[in-house]
């Protein structure tokens, strides 16, 4: 049956008190989640606690304005559930993004238009424009 992480870090006094802050802060997110405006509670994540302050990250500034001006109401609330909550300190962190690579991808030219580029390069007098010309129907993929 499985165990999970947990067995391994309770051995030692460090590992002790780390796994308490974090089932601490499990519990103080999943509070959280349950006081804050549905509007809200998906764009902001308790980040840490320390001392009686619970620290919240928002995803943005408008969210944070928010919180502060809830800050009072839902540190009430959370101290009711058992947890010493004397101020709430809210900072903005926007999420974090996976990047997307945006390679493009070479779109083929269609027979009639390479005929009307390469009509258009006849007739054009030597200079940069016409090598252009011809670089681009050199390096088009052209469609079958």
Same mark, same amino acid.
């Given at each position: 049956?499985?165990? *999970? $992480?947990?067995?391994? #870090?309770?051995?030692?006094? %460090? &590992?002790?008190?780390?796994?308490?802050?974090?089932?601490?802060?499990?519990?103080?997110?999943?509070?959280? /989640? /349950?006081?804050? $405006?549905? *509007?809200?509670?998906?764009?902001?994540? +308790?980040?840490?606690?320390?001392? *009686?302050? +619970?620290?919240?990250?928002?995803?943005?500034?408008?969210?944070?304005?928010?919180?502060?001006?809830?800050?009072?109401?839902?540190?009430?609330?959370?101290?009711?559930?058992?947890?010493?909550?004397?101020?709430?300190?809210?900072? +903005?962190?926007?999420?974090?993004? $996976?990047?997307?690579?945006?390679? %493009?991808?070479?779109? $083929?030219? %269609?027979?009639?238009? +390479?005929? %009307? #580029?390469?009509?258009? &390069?006849?007739?054009?007098?030597?200079?940069?424009?016409? *090598?252009?010309?011809?670089?681009?129907?050199?390096?088009?993929?052209? /469609?079958?």
């Amino acid at each position: 049956m499985y165990q *999970g $992480p947990e067995q391994y #870090l309770d051995n030692d006094a %460090s &590992s002790a008190r780390l796994m308490a802050h974090a089932r601490l802060l499990l519990r103080l997110s999943r509070h959280f /989640a /349950a006081l804050a $405006p549905a *509007g809200l509670r998906h764009a902001a994540q +308790v980040a840490n606690y320390k001392s *009686g302050t +619970v620290v919240i990250h928002a995803e943005n500034g408008a969210v944070a304005a928010k919180l502060r001006q809830m800050s009072q109401r839902l540190c009430d609330e959370l101290s009711k559930t058992g947890v010493e909550c004397n101020a709430m300190s809210i900072k +903005v962190q926007p999420r974090q993004l $996976p990047l997307r690579s945006s390679a %493009s991808t070479q779109k $083929p030219l %269609s027979a009639q238009a +390479v005929a %009307s #580029l390469e009509t258009i &390069s006849g007739s054009l007098p030597e200079g940069s424009l016409k *090598g252009a010309l011809a670089t681009l129907l050199a390096r088009a993929a052209r /469609a079958e």
